[in-house]
């Protein structure tokens, strides 16, 4: 596509329910990123892959987050088990590639856990 | 561990103004830093400066990499009310994550 499409554009969810972030790319990006941002911050690194193989996944906060992108294109970052904690702004960006590309980021899911 | 440090956290200022943005980072094995302007929805990308290219330049906006200081500034000129928004600093590490700042809040009085 045009641009990088997230979807739910907001999910608000009950404590210990699953989630699931849906992520789709700019077509041709080899390269995707799931940040997480809470407000007043920065985003914060989660994971990337590049095309379907998860290269980095050392920004997970714990267990019940994952992240998988089977076929290289479209990503879903699942979180079990929500806790409040969890509620935030989970943006996906991708690239080109590894190296010196920058980044296109989507507009981001924002979460809820009540 | 990476980080980034962005510098004032926010700043107010009139139409016309020059203003500039600092960031200072730390990051294990450099490769590049990053610009970005957030508004209401998506950071949209400014500029991204490596070794190979320290100055950019688009327009009203610029920006210099000093690597010898670990920092990098953004200027921007005769600013406008449209100007104002978070402006995010980032760097990226051999393992190709970006670590962000905080971000600069910028808010343009006509």
């Known amino acids: 596509g045009a641009g990088v499409s997230q979807s739910p554009r907001y999910k608000v969810t009950k404590r210990g329910q699953d989630v699931a972030l849906r992520c789709d790319p700019i077509?041709?990006?080899?390269?995707l990123y799931w940040y997480r941002q809470a407000l007043g911050q920065g985003p914060e690194f989660l994971t990337y892959?590049?095309?379907?193989?998860?290269?980095?996944k050392s920004g997970l906060p714990n267990d019940r987050f994952s992240a998988e992108r089977p076929e290289g294109s479209i990503s879903t970052l699942t979180i079990q088990r929500t806790e409040q904690r969890d509620s935030a702004m989970y943006r996906c960006?991708?690239?080109?590639?590894?190296?010196?590309?920058?980044?296109?980021f989507g507009s981001g899911t924002r979460l809820t856990v009540v | 561990e990476d980080k980034v440090v962005q510098s004032p956290l926010s700043l107010v200022v009139h139409e016309g103004d020059t203003v500039t943005l600092n960031c200072s980072y730390e990051?294990?094995?450099?490769?590049?830093l990053l610009w970005y302007k957030q508004e209401k929805k998506a950071p949209t990308f400014l500029f991204m400066l490596?070794?190979?290219?320290i100055e950019k330049k688009s327009g009203r906006l610029s920006s210099i990499l000093d690597k010898k200081e670990l920092s990098s500034i953004l200027n921007i000129t005769a600013t406008q009310t449209g100007d104002s928004a978070i402006y995010l600093c980032?760097?990226?590490?051999?393992?190709?994550?970006?670590?962000f700042g905080k971000g600069i809040t910028l808010s343009v009085r006509p």
């Open positions: 490596t070794s190979s290219g």
């Open positions: 980032a760097a990226r590490g051999a393992n190709s994550k970006l670590t």
């Open positions: 077509s041709g990006h080899v390269s």
């Open positions: 990051v294990t094995n450099f490769r590049s």
């Open positions: 892959f590049n095309y379907e193989a998860q290269q980095d």
């Open positions: 960006a991708s690239s080109l590639g590894d190296g010196f590309y920058g980044y296109t």
